[in-house]
């Protein structure tokens, strides 16, 4: 038996190598973190792993042990704002699982590009929102502090000559 803790919540598992979605769902009755294809390619089970996202269906339970599983659930942040601005369902079925991965992104680039994205969001939309996830990835970029230790953009009038220079 192991123990994790999904938003903050100790449970216990019986079997290590469950795959985390299935300690989720089942278990947690967690259902916002969705089964999608089973081999971590859709990216619809999509969790943090101490902030980081991974994909749950593939992810044994042994490997949360001591780390933060945070499910759609459990997170609040600009990020589900945008995508409501931005209307980004259809479906909405690999939505929880893109938002993840959208926080995992701008948690270490909050400027991102459309190369970017492109690169970093890997979750298939069967709806194909693609530009409106897009979208809503700048909009919620734009809401957020800057990452700590990284230089604000520079003052037009430091460096700038002088009168008479």
């Known amino acids: 038996m192991i123990e994790l803790q999904i938003n903050g919540q100790a449970v216990q598992v ?36 101490n902030g980081k996202p991974k994909r749950s269906c593939v992810l044994p339970a042994s490997t949360a042990v001591g780390q ?10 600009v990020v589900q704002e945008a995508w409501i601005t931005h209307r980004v369902p259809q479906c909405g079925y690999c939505q929880s699982g893109q938002i993840m991965t959208a926080i ?37 970029a734009q809401q957020m502090p800057p990452l700590p230790g990284s230089k604000l953009p520079a003052d037009p009038e430091e460096g700038a000559p002088k009168g008479g220079e």
Do not use: F
Not at 14 to 40: A, F, H, N
Not at 68 to 77: F, L, P, S
Not at 115 to 134: P, Q, V
């Open 14 to 49: 019986d079997d290590p190598s469950t795959p985390l979605l299935w300690v989720i769902r089942e278990q947690m009755k967690l259902t916002g973190t969705k089964y999608g294809c089973g081999i971590g390619v859709c990216g619809a089970c999509t969790v943090h792993l």
């Open 104 to 140: 995992g992104l701008l948690e270490s680039n909050r400027a991102p590009s459309d190369a970017d994205i492109s690169s970093y969001m890997t979750n298939l939309c069967r709806c194909a929102t693609y530009d409106r996830i897009r979208a809503a990835i700048k909009t919620a």
């Open 68 to 77: 933060a599983v945070t499910t759609i659930e459990g997170v609040n942040h």
